[in-house]
């Protein structure tokens, strides 16, 4: 039976939600050429909550061409600047004013409790399409002295048409963070959304023509990543791909982007360390710590998985952790208030951690905490870790994406060094330690995209 384009649906938490379920292209709704939807789920209680229409390579083609048209379009290209970054203004303004709608949808199809959703997906979303906006204006090339007989110069301008493919743990957000930079710099766009999470995507993509974008340069696609993201990929009139997900997506992209050797930004997985020196606050490491594994049920790129704690105070870190995850860690209902914890995003993801919680047990680590399933509904699962966990264990080295923390001893610097580097990972990475001088020697060192120091 063919959908609708657009849907009233009652969520979990009685509020109405005017769904749209259609292609996003030229600023209207349109059914998927062949007919083919996708049906998402809801991870807490397993239920259908709706399809929507997927993109093949024939819709991909048609968002394309209404990229390609609206980039040169005076309607889009010769506006200022300022311009440009008010229409981004615009829309921040209306994802706040739909911010209940937004968090509602975002914890219904993905899970995450819905205070989260509200209190920092959405508006981080908000924030970040402003912060956006404000650069619209402010790109400058260079000058550069070739003496005095000639002039040169840089000139920053748009790459063209951008397809952007983005994983369901942060719909919102990664919409958002990769929406305004390449509106911002004036480029028009394809954004596909994760075949697991398409709602609240879709559901920006109604305010992008309400904040007054032109047909064409937002164009929004829910779709598999084998058909609509393949098709994105090795498309010969994309500019350029900004593509966040797994390592083993992004080499396929990479190969596809071959094609027309596009411009290509890839942000992958992490497995990333936190390392408490003997001096460290414990009471903040205790906290950072639980929340940088444990924050949206560990599924974070740069969720902090692996913790390496200086011998002498050991034990007690392990205690104290285990005490914060008890009284932190309080999983159920994402819409009820006190929840920190919900659901697993899908069964894959569920099966996927308990198959690690099995590895670690098998290989030898020791379980203080978790390490099952919660409730009779839902792919809900206790926070769980492990001590003892040795360098070369599987659980050390692979990415779980799920509340599950590896936690071992060190004795000196050097060695937490050596250890903290030795994934093929290097996204994060966090110190505790009140000694400064030591703080930024250990940063440099750590083989990372990022370090946060004491936090
Ligand atoms: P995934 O790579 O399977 O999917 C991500 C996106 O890629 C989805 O939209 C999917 O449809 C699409 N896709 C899948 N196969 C494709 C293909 N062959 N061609 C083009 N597109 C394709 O990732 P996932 O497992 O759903 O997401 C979790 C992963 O994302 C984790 O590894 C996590 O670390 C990573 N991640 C990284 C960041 C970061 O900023 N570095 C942020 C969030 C998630």
Redesign the pocket.
Known sequence: MSLPLFKDLIAPNGKKIHQPLGLFINNEFVKSKSGETLMTISPTDESEITGVYAADAVDVDLAVEAARAAFVNPSWCDISPTARGQLLYNLAELVDKHSDQLATVEAWDMGKPYSVAKGEDVAESVAVLKYYGGWADKIEGRTIDVGPAKLAYTLHQPLGVCGQ??????PMM?AAWKLGPALACGNTVIL?????TPLSVLYLAQLVKEAGFPPGVVNILS????T???A??SHKDIDKVA????????R??MK?ASVNLKNITL????KSPLIIFEDADLEQAVKWGHLGIMSNMG????ATSRILVQESIYDKFIEAFKQETTKVSIIGDPFAEDTFQGPQVTRQ?YERILSYIEAGKSEGATLVHGGTTHGEKGYFITPTIFVDVKDHYRINQE?V?GPFVVIDKFKTQEEAITRANCTPYG?GAAVFTKDITRAHKVAAKLESGMVWINR
């Open positions: 493919i983005i994983p369901w743990n942060y990664m596909k959304s994760a075949e697991q779709g598999y990543g084998k609509a993201g393949a994105i990929a593509f966040t997900g797994s390592t083993v997506t992004a396929a992209i596809a942000e992958t997985g992490g599924q974070i790129c740069t993801q990415e994406f996204l």
